[in-house]
């Protein structure tokens, strides 16, 4: 029922790169005000980059899509608590996935590894695109942690995508 709901929306086009954060505070206050269509838009926003985090945690394409749900659905609920000054969407957003993730691990007693050398890059599933196309902190990301040495590199993998502590890094 979420899905087909979403996909009855019309979607906002011509956005320039640096209004993205205005449009999605804009978009979180519609939604909590209960506007659906706000909703589907972030979702058509940043469910791709959700994704490809939950699919790079847990390994499982079906329940990272089921968990993204639930995360949408908890973003809708939660959308009057949004604080602009404590981050952007797109960071309350990953922040949420990648919380909720880790207590799917948690909870399932998985084990917890990262099988990739590219952290940033896009999990089966999730769009492709120059880096041209990827918004300006993300390329800016990915060019920080290009520039450090592999080891270093891994243990900031382990900790964001693994959800490892200090010592199981060790």
Known sequence: QFEHDLGRFPRV????AGDRQAVDAR???RM?????AALAEL???HASTML???IRMLGDAREAEDLLHDVFLEAWQAAAQYDPARGSVSTWLLLRMRSRTLDRIRSAGRSRTVVTDDPLGAAPGA???????????RLAVRRALDE????QRR???LAYFGGLSSSEIA
Not at 13 to 16: M, Q
Not at 148 to 151: R, V
């Open 43 to 45: 979702y058509d926003r």
């Open 155 to 157: 243990v900031l993998e």
């Open 27 to 29: 978009l979180v206050g």
């Open 52 to 54: 490809a985090v939950g």
């Open 127 to 137: 769009e492709q695109g120059s880096a041209q196309d990827l918004p300006a902190d």
């Open 13 to 16: 086009t011509g956005v320039a």
């Open 32 to 36: 909590a005000g209960g506007d659906k």
């Open 148 to 151: 450090l040495p592999a080891e």
